[in-house]
């Protein structure tokens, strides 16, 4: 199987992040699919907190943990990488990565490079589909409207709504809100949405989580489990399909075989 | 074998049509047969039911999460007692939406809680479609209407009687109108159809202890029937009938 790397990234802050890596580490792990996590929240990371056996944090403008990341890709038992981008790096990540070549790499088949890129609301955030438009070739590029609020994104207006989300290259996902309550506990329990909802504390042991709050949660996984369902690069890594070539070529290798 | 618990909504799309009362009846009919109900009072003061069940009654405010948790949580705590849900006309729709959000109909069947909805009635047939829509969209097997004839009977009850189906059949509770002055008594903080019974209610008349056990002797075995309907559902669904 060849590598992946799946940046999870936004440039302004408070728009979802990591809550959008967590509920994709938990949906790849019921899917059988386990990941690397980085959280590039250096010192201390949020994703840290609910995934501590598996998250490493890091810093993504030092050269040194750029290598821990990049540098392993092929040699990781684990060959799909989630990085939680903190706010403000996603532009200077991608600068960087291309820079150094890692989205070329990307965009001729070494790896897959996959980008959730989340937006909130605010047109500072809309803006930024634009800022990094020029990165995303060769990427599977995903925008996840987050409904933080009751917002809809500019749909009473064709034209501005057009401006942020008229990118053929971009498939878009919708993050539906979770009751406030219901998200301040998990935060609290410190443990992943899936343990949440199965009533299993950090330790392991068994629970004692509110059965509505947990129904909450339940409700809120199986609509973003339909989202993540949309896309195609995620299910054909759930496959296992990623990094296989096309039927055709499978064919031709083997006769020439 | 022991009966299973209860979870009674008692609720409706009109306000001012006797959803205490009735859910008063059915409490103090758990009383008399030597349960301990507790009662939910989702109204805002005063005049609730928890003026009747000081002792047993949880007051949630059902349009804030703290609230549903506070209602939903606390039932599933103590499957094995009898609950009464006195709901308020605002929280009518919101209620089966979180219940059905969060799946709580599984969590009560897995607990062996046998969830009833006694629906009241007014003079329409609005009243009984909203009363199979709510049947229908939250899922609940049980719903048995309620026809109180203090607030008004049917206008065409025999008219009407498509708007029946889909509802349990024959399985209406009539709850006959009580005089003005019997009202003014039993609405009084605190007062008890079960100490009425007992023979423990004092501060009424004997014209009005007539009439009030004349009233309960309609009710009260047409409630207890209501059970053995209840029970032998269970029974059934757990294959020993």
């Given at each position: 199987m060849k590598p992946t790397v799946i940046l999870v990234g936004a440039d302004k802050g408070g728009v979802g992040k990591t809550t959008l890596a967590r509920t994709l580490l938990d949906y790849l792990s019921r899917k059988n699919v386990m990941a690397r996590c980085y959280d590039t929240e250096w010192p201390r990371g949020t994703l840290k907190r609910f995934y501590p056996a598996t998250t490493e944090v890091i810093d993504m403008s030092n050269v040194a943990h750029q290598m821990k990341l990049l540098d392993t890709l092929e040699t990781a038992s684990l060959?799909?990488?989630?990085?939680?981008?903190?706010?403000?790096?996603?532009?200077?990540?991608?600068?960087i990565f291309d820079r150094i070549g890692v989205l070329e790499a990307a965009k001729s088949g070494k790896f897959t490079l996959g980008l959730f890129h989340v937006v909130g609301p605010a047109i500072a955030s809309l803006e930024e589909?634009?800022?990094i438009a020029k990165y995303i070739q060769g990427t599977d590029y995903v925008i996840a409207k987050n409904f933080i609020n009751e917002t809809n994104f500019l749909e009473w207006d064709e034209k501005s709504h057009k401006k942020y989300f008229s990118n053929p290259g971009a498939a878009e996902i919708v993050l539906p809100k979770l009751n406030e309550m219901a998200y301040?506990?998990?935060?609290?329990?410190g443990v992943t949405f899936r343990d949440f909802i199965d009533n299993k504390a950090a330790n392991g042991e068994p629970g004692n989580f509110s059965f509505v709050l947990r129904g909450y949660v339940r409700k809120?996984?199986?609509?973003?489990?339909?989202?993540?369902?949309?896309?195609?690069?995620?299910?054909?890594?759930?496959?296992?399909?990623?990094?296989?070539?096309?039927?055709?070529?499978?064919a031709a290798a083997a006769a020439k075989a | 074998m022991a009966e299973s618990p209860k979870l009674f909504i008692v609720c409706s799309d009109r306000t001012r049509c006797g959803k205490t009362l009735t859910a008063r009846l059915y409490g103090d009919f758990l009383l008399l047969t030597g349960r301990n109900p507790l009662v939910f009072d989702t109204a805002p003061p005063p005049g609730g039911i928890?003026?009747?069940?000081?002792e047993r009654t949880v007051t949630v405010d059902f349009s804030r999460t703290v609230g549903q948790v506070a209602l939903f949580d606390t039932i599933l705590g103590?499957?094995?007692?009898?609950?009464?849900?006195?709901?308020?006309?605002?929280?009518?729709?919101?209620?089966?939406?979180?219940?059905?959000?969060?799946?709580?109909?599984?969590?009560?069947?897995?607990?062996?809680?046998?969830?009833?909805?006694?629906?009241?009635?007014?003079?329409?047939?609005?009243?009984?479609r909203a009363a199979r829509d709510i049947k229908e969209r939250s899922g609940v097997v049980h719903l048995f209407t309620v026809c109180n004839e203090?607030?008004?009977l049917l206008t065409d009850r025999d008219a009407m009687s498509y708007?029946?189906?889909?509802?349990?059949?024959?399985?209406?509770?009539?709850?006959?109108?009580?005089?003005?002055?019997?009202?003014?008594a039993v609405e009084q903080p605190v007062f008890s159809f079960a100490r009425v019974v007992e023979g423990r209610q004092g501060r009424l008349s004997e014209s009005e202890l007539l009439r009030l056990l004349s009233f309960l002797n309609q009710v009260l075995p047409a409630i207890r029937q209501q059970f053995f309907g209840l029970d032998l559902s269970d029974l059934r669904r757990l294959g020993f009938v």
């Open positions: 060959k799909v990488s989630v990085v939680d981008l903190k706010a403000g790096n996603l532009s200077m990540v991608l600068d589909i634009g800022e301040e506990q998990v935060d609290l329990a809120w996984m199986s609509e973003i489990d339909a989202q993540l369902e949309k896309l195609k690069p995620v299910q054909e890594l759930v496959r296992g399909e990623r990094g296989r070539a096309p039927p055709q070529q499978q | 928890i003026d009747f069940y000081p103590s499957p094995t007692r009898d609950t009464i849900v006195d709901l308020a006309t605002q929280h009518l729709q919101h209620f089966f939406d979180v219940m059905t959000e969060i799946d709580f109909l599984a969590e009560a069947d897995r607990v062996g809680l046998v969830v009833c909805i006694l629906y009241i009635t007014d003079r329409t047939a609005a009243s009984l203090g607030a008004g708007a029946y189906s889909g509802l349990s059949p024959g399985s209406e509770l009539v709850v006959p109108a009580l005089d003005p002055d019997v009202i003014e």
